[in-house]
C-alpha cells in the first residue's frame, strides 16, 4: 500500500492560478509514474496529466492541454499541477494516482485510470467568483 497527499486545493476565481502537490512517502523511489485525475459530480473520473519519474516525460489529458502543467520532485517524492486560466468547467476533485510498474508509452500516455495502482484521497478545486 502506497500512502498519497495531496494538497492545495481551494476557491479560484475564474482566471486565476492555482498549484496541487501530492506527495508520496518520503524518500519512496520504487515507482514509474504519477498522474492527476479529476471527477466534477456526475462525471466519469478523467486524466489530467501524468509524467514518469526516470525521465520526466509527460503527458496531458485532451481536456486539459495548454492551461495544466505537471511537473515533480524525486528528491521529494512529490509532483505538482498548476492550472492557470481556471475556468468553471475545472471544478472537480482532483486526484493523484501512482504507477509502480512500467508500461508501454502508448498505454501510459492515455491516462487511463485501470493502469495507476494506488489513489489519494482528492482534493475538491472549485472555480467560482
Known amino acids: 500500500q502506497v500512502q498519497l497527499v495531496e494538497s492545495g486545493g481551494g476557491l479560484v476565481q475564474p482566471g486565476g492560478s492555482l498549484r496541487l502537490a501530492c506527495a508520496a512517502p518520503?524518500?519512496?523511489?520504487?515507482?514509474?509514474?504519477m498522474a492527476w485525475f479529476r471527477q466534477a459530480p456526475a462525471k466519469e473520473r478523467e486524466g489530467v496529466a501524468c509524467?514518469?519519474?526516470?525521465?520526466?516525460?509527460?503527458y496531458y489529458g485532451k481536456s486539459s492541454q495548454g492551461r495544466f502543467t505537471i511537473s515533480r520532485d524525486n528528491a521529494k517524492s512529490m509532483i505538482f499541477l498548476d492550472l492557470t486560466s481556471a475556468r468553471r468547467e475545472d471544478t472537480a476533485v482532483y486526484y493523484c494516482?501512482?504507477?509502480?510498474?512500467?508500461?508501454?508509452?502508448?498505454?501510459?500516455?492515455?491516462?487511463?485510470?485501470?493502469?495507476?495502482?494506488?489513489w489519494g484521497q482528492g482534493t475538491q478545486v472549485t472555480v467560482s467568483s
Open positions: 494516482a501512482i504507477r509502480l510498474g512500467p508500461a508501454d508509452e502508448d498505454i501510459f500516455s492515455r491516462l487511463w485510470v485501470s493502469t495507476y495502482d494506488y
Open positions: 518520503e524518500g519512496y523511489r520504487d515507482y514509474y509514474a
Open positions: 509524467i514518469k519519474r526516470n525521465d520526466g516525460r509527460a
